[in-house]
């Protein structure tokens, strides 16, 4: 079987990812420092706790295990802490991705499957995003993502890294048959919230800012379900094991929605009402996040199927009553 090294596999998108793997015939090693992932999402594959600034034990890692390929989710992703400390983002999301490149490299794995962000393309005015729109990150979450989309490159002129690089834009919903799902701690993400609010586990969902240049005044993301998403990187990764180029793909549904509309959706799908207040902007918002490109669905075969905002909130509204990890 083709060993797959998944960083952040006990994370949301990565432990998504290690179910997707195993199910298509690969055997995926969730590595992850646990720092934010629980040891309760592995469950389709062998674990290793490392934290990816310890270079010694990546190559014992690689050593042991010797994965054909990396998918690399491993990373801080909160968009407002990054602006309050921007050197934690570097630090983790830059000096993690250098040391776990080098190892790859030192290994002779060099096949490598990116998890990078629309973040990288900041505040380009309601335009539609393809893969060659230019990357100006508001915020240091995208730029430390970007800086890592820049090492790849020149890990690939230098010493001939293949990489895909996947640009997500708003991940949500979880596995539809409720074994894993999105918990982080803390969490900021908008359909989590908004589920804790609409249970009464938090008193109401904080709107941030409603005086944004869209119809309703509320921010737009484009949200794809998360089992489309990692659907995605078995094809990223078969496209490398076919020999194909290093290649960018964005994964979006070229459809947006507004905070505002997210709230009336779930408020319909969950039969409940949601409790909400007005609040400040956060800092390192764009107004619109849209992907305009569909380079993933004719190159990669891929299709969104699951990206419904109703079944995204379904699925997520599912594992939120009945999921959440305790370790
Ligand atoms: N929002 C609220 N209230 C909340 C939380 C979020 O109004 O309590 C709003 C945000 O302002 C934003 C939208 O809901 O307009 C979505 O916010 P999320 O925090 O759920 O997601 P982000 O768009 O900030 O960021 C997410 C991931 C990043 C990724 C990015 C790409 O966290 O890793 O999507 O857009 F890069």
């Given at each position: 079987m083709t060993t797959i090294l998944v960083t952040g596999g006990a994370g949301y998108i990565g432990s998504h990812a290690c179910k997707i793997l195993a199910r298509a015939g690969y055997t995926p090693v969730a590595v992850d420092d646990l720092s934010l992932g629980w040891r309760d999402a592995v469950q389709?594959?062998?674990?290793?706790?490392?934290?990816?600034?310890?270079?010694?034990?990546?190559?014992?890692?690689?050593?042991?295990?010797?994965?054909?390929?990396?998918?690399h989710f491993a990373a801080l992703s909160d968009v407002g802490e990054s602006m309050r400390d921007p050197g934690r983002y570097w630090r983790v999301n830059v000096g993690g991705s250098l040391n776990l490149i080098e190892a790859a490299v030192a290994a002779d794995c060099k096949r490598f499957v990116f998890s990078s962000t629309c973040a990288t393309y900041g505040e380009q005015d309601g335009v539609m995003l393809?893969?060659?729109?230019?990357q100006h990150p508001i915020n240091a979450y995208g730029a430390s993502k970007r800086a890592v989309e820049a090492?790849?490159?020149?890990?690939?002129?230098?010493?001939?890294?293949?990489?895909?690089?996947?640009?997500y834009f708003n991940v949500a919903g979880a596995?539809?048959?409720?074994?894993?799902?999105?918990?982080?701690?803390?969490?900021?993400?908008?359909?989590?919230?908004?589920?804790?609010?609409?249970?009464g586990k938090r008193p109401a969902l904080t709107i941030f800012g409603d005086d944004y240049d869209t119809p309703d005044g509320t921010c737009i993301r484009d949200y794809v379900h998360v089992m489309d998403l990692v659907e995605a990187h078995v094809r990223g990764l078969k496209w490398l094991q076919d020999g194909k180029d290093s290649r960018v793909f964005n994964l979006g549904t070229g459809k947006g929605f507004s905070v505002k509309q997210v709230?009336?959706?779930?408020?319909?799908?969950?039969?409940?009402?949601v409790p909400i207040n007005k609040g400040p902007r956060r800092p390192g918002d764009a107004t619109a996040l849209i992907s305009?490109?569909?380079?993933?669905?004719?190159?990669?075969?891929?299709?969104?199927?699951?990206?419904t905002l109703e079944t995204m909130i379904k699925d997520a509204w599912r594992w939120h009553q009945t999921g959440q990890y305790t370790q």
């Open positions: 389709f594959g062998p674990f290793e706790q490392a934290d990816l600034l310890n270079r010694n034990l990546l190559d014992r890692i690689f050593a042991k295990h010797k994965p054909a390929a990396v998918m393809d893969e060659n729109s230019e090492m790849l490159e020149n890990f690939g002129t230098v010493h001939g890294l293949k990489s895909v690089i996947f640009r596995s539809p048959d409720g074994d894993i799902g999105e918990h982080h701690r803390p969490e900021t993400h908008l359909i989590p919230l908004m589920l804790d609010a609409i249970d709230v009336e959706y779930s408020a319909i799908v969950t039969n409940r009402h305009g490109s569909t380079r993933a669905e004719i190159e990669l075969g891929w299709r969104p199927v699951n990206s």
